[in-house]
């Protein structure tokens, strides 16, 4: 059975689990933020985890798998379990995305939670406490933040497009194309930047590979219920709750201007 044969009212009934149990998480969090939480890293020295990543973990985990027992698991703070395979739906969950900011005492990160049904988010939320900003989205229900509506929109900044990328994917992007755009300063979680498309506050940006699974189900829904899109270099949707978490590069936009920015990153018009 698809996601859209489904009871609609069933991926409310979970958007509004993953919102309660999100800002649970984001208070627990909060109670680490600014205070010097102790961290260390992993994947190779690469990735930083904190005491509040763990804390905020448990948290979700606690309440989410106790409200649907039936529902698979995969979170960036828990080993994983690939029995979440055999199951059609997933809670896929970042305790904390944006880690170094939070580390940081930065105000840009959030709590990501998304349910996952047959490869396809139907349920999301991000949760930045920090800037008091709650994004839901629901299959086929639009997109909100602090409980209004949002559109991918042009974000009215002039004539060029904002679009997120780093300095080194700028210099390869074709000199017609960097004309027209305007570079916006980092944005240290991955899920509040695709947040910013869905809202108009930025018109694209270019994800590079590797990202996870858990870094972007929740805002993928956010942003296409909002009027976006993200893509692969072939304009496909992404699939998830594979045995592979990892993402090969990613454009993310309104619309109206994804293919120009998928065949200016390095893939076929979509």
């Known amino acids: 059975m698809t996601a859209s044969a489904l009871d609609d009212t069933q991926w409310l009934r979970d958007l509004e689990l993953i919102t309660t149990a999100a800002m649970a998480a984001g208070e627990k969090a909060l109670g680490f933020f600014r205070k010097n939480p102790d961290f260390r890293y992993k994947n190779e020295d690469r990735s930083p985890v904190s005491e509040a990543d763990y804390a905020a973990n448990d948290v979700l985990k606690e309440r989410l798998l106790a409200a649907r027992p039936n529902y698979g698991w995969l979170s960036e703070e828990t080993d994983d379990d690939e029995a979440r395979l055999g199951c059609e739906t997933v809670f896929v969950v970042d305790p904390i995305d ?19 049904h047959e490869g396809r988010p139907v349920a999301g939320v991000l949760y930045a406490p920090a800037l008091i900003e709650l994004y839901q989205a629901a299959l086929g229900q639009g997109a909100r933040r602090n409980g209004l ?19 080194q994917r700028v210099a390869r992007l074709p000199a017609a194309y960097r004309a027209g755009m305007t570079r916006i300063a980092h944005v240290p979680s991955l899920a509040y930047r695709l947040a910013m498309i869905a809202d108009g506050r930025i018109d694209g940006t270019v994800v590079e590979r590797n990202s996870h699974d858990w870094d972007l189900a929740a805002a993928d829904l956010i942003l296409d219920e909002a009027g976006g899109r993200l893509a692969g270099l072939d304009g496909r949707p992404l699939a998830y709750n594979t045995k592979q978490v990892t ?24």
């Open 149 to 167: 509506p949002i559109r991918a929109a042009k974000s009215g900044e002039g004539e060029k497009l904002l679009i997120a990328l780093s300095e």
């Open 247 to 270: 993402h090969e590069m990613l454009c993310a936009a309104r619309l109206s201007i994804l293919g120009p920015l998928v065949a200016a990153a390095g893939g076929a018009p979509h």
């Open 98 to 116: 944006g880690t170094r900011a939070f580390i940081a005492g930065k105000d840009i990160w959030c709590v990501s939670v998304a349910v996952v």
